[in-house]
């Protein structure tokens, strides 16, 4: 029997689906009952994490808990949490359960070192850029972050709390072609990989059409070292 996974959600609700359909996709089995058990909190009361982060906005670590707490007495063996930038908030979380909690920073750049990058492009919300959730992990296997400037940050911003976290799921409302100028410059300067590092941005890319052997989607990454932590065979 395969060990239970426990994925504090919510954050957003279409990140949460995303990443569980990837564990189904991921998991190599035959029938319903050779898949991994999920048990979901998609807590949409979790604030906001980048306004936490970076502009005293309400603290996301009491609801973070209480998510944590609720999937270790429903049977949890361990968690994930469908957000890079929450992944800020895992040192003092690990504090308040028992449980191991999977780090996708920490599993996407152990991949990137196995693929050999040295350089890799970080798309993602200001405050997972700010506060170095990524470029530690990258620092740590020697892998250097290319940054957007100022402009396409804002853009890619736009794309996750404009578009994404609003629904807008329509590759004729999204600006596709902005962001793929964006994703050209940055190889322009040198990146290997483009990390899409926020949950709503592999959903963004998929719809825009934009996702290439370039892109790297931690949340893929993190539901194939959860399928594996869990015990079960990953499909190839």
Known sequence: MYKTLGMIGGMGPAATADLLLKITKLTDAKR???????????????PDRTAAILHGGEDPLPELTASAKLLENAGADMIIMACNTAHYFVTELAKATSLPIISMPEETAHLLKERGIKKAALLATDGTVQSGVYQNVLDAEE????????????????????????????ASELPVREVL?????????????????CTELPVAFEVMGL??????????????????????????
């Open 32 to 46: 319903d009952q050779d898949h991994v058990h999920v048990i979901i909190d998609s807590n949409i009361n979790i």
């Open 143 to 170: 892998i250097e972050t290319i940054y957007p400037n100022h402009e396409q940050q804002a853009l890619i911003m736009s794309v996750i709390y404009n578009y994404i976290k609003r629904g807008i799921l329509d």
């Open 181 to 197: 100028d964006v994703c050209i410059d940055l190889k322009k300067r040198g990146a290997e990989a483009v990390l899409l590092a």
């Open 211 to 236: 996702l290439d052997e370039s892109c790297v989607d931690p949340t893929e990454v993190l539901a194939a070292a959860a399928v594996k932590a869990a015990g079960a065979p990953v499909r190839e």
